[in-house]
């Protein structure tokens, strides 16, 4: 049986469900997953467009991934940076895109946001 969460009661710590099941907890875990959004632009659907999700998509990453060559990241996010990172590492050309004014908008205050961009600009 299918079923969702309809109400979260932070303070009787329960998830009510669609089955009007309430469930009692101690941690609360909200883990939804996502999916990459496709960029809308010709050739997106080329064999050096990768996306990183999971790990089979980490070692395509990383077998692509040699002194030299140029990257571009669409993202800046912990993972973007993440790749960025150890793509520099391996010694390629990168350059990230961020659609937000400042990287880790979405997930970190603009202190620790700046603090990431000057640390992983002064290892360039």
Not at 25 to 50: E, M
Not at 69 to 74: D, G, K, Q, T
Not at 95 to 122: D, K, P, Q
């Amino acid at each position: 049986m299918q079923t969702t969460a309809e109400a979260i009661d932070r303070s009787g710590q329960t998830v009510r469900l669609s089955s009007g099941t309430a469930l009692e907890y101690d941690w609360l875990i909200l883990a939804t997953g996502a999916r990459a959004r496709r960029v809308p632009f010709a050739g997106a659907a080329s064999n050096t467009v990768l996306e990183l999700r999971t790990a089979a998509d980490a070692e395509r990453l990383k077998e692509s991934l040699r002194a030299g060559r140029r990257a571009v990241i669409v993202g800046g996010g912990y993972i973007g940076l993440e790749a960025a990172a150890s793509a520099r590492a391996l010694g390629v050309e990168v350059t990230v895109i961020e659609r937000e004014t400042r990287l880790l908008a979405r997930v970190a205050c603009e202190t620790l946001s700046t603090f990431f961009e000057r640390y992983h600009r002064g290892r360039a």
